[in-house]
């Protein structure tokens, strides 16, 4: 598992971690908070990752756990 954090564009903090499921696959999850207050928690799936280079997973990965947060507020 790897671990991640950021914050996404309408103010929240998460802490998440992700695995590589098969060779272009990955699943993470996340938990979400606002000042410290939990607002919840997600999960995903990234699917045809061949060909990413190893440095930008993680940047694929937190785009993904933003885009997740972002569709369902």
Same mark, same amino acid.
């Given at each position: 598992?790897? $671990?991640? #954090?950021g914050?996404?564009? !309408?103010? &929240?903090? =998460? /802490?998440? /971690? =992700?695995?590589?499921? !098969?060779? +272009?696959? @990955?699943?993470? #999850?996340?938990?979400? %908070? %606002?000042?410290?207050? &939990? &607002?919840?928690?997600r999960h995903? %799936?990234? !699917?045809?990752?061949?060909g @990413?280079?190893? +440095?930008?997973?993680?940047d694929?990965?937190? +785009? +993904?756990? /933003?885009?997740?947060?972002?569709? $369902? #507020?």
């Amino acid at each position: 598992m790897t $671990s991640v #954090s950021g914050k996404t564009t !309408n103010g &929240f903090t =998460y /802490e998440g /971690e =992700y695995d590589h499921a !098969n060779v +272009d696959r @990955i699943t993470w #999850s996340a938990t979400y %908070r %606002r000042n410290g207050l &939990f &607002f919840g928690m997600r999960h995903g %799936r990234i !699917n045809e990752l061949l060909g @990413i280079p190893v +440095d930008e997973v993680d940047d694929v990965v937190k +785009d +993904d756990i /933003e885009l997740t947060w972002l569709q $369902s #507020s």
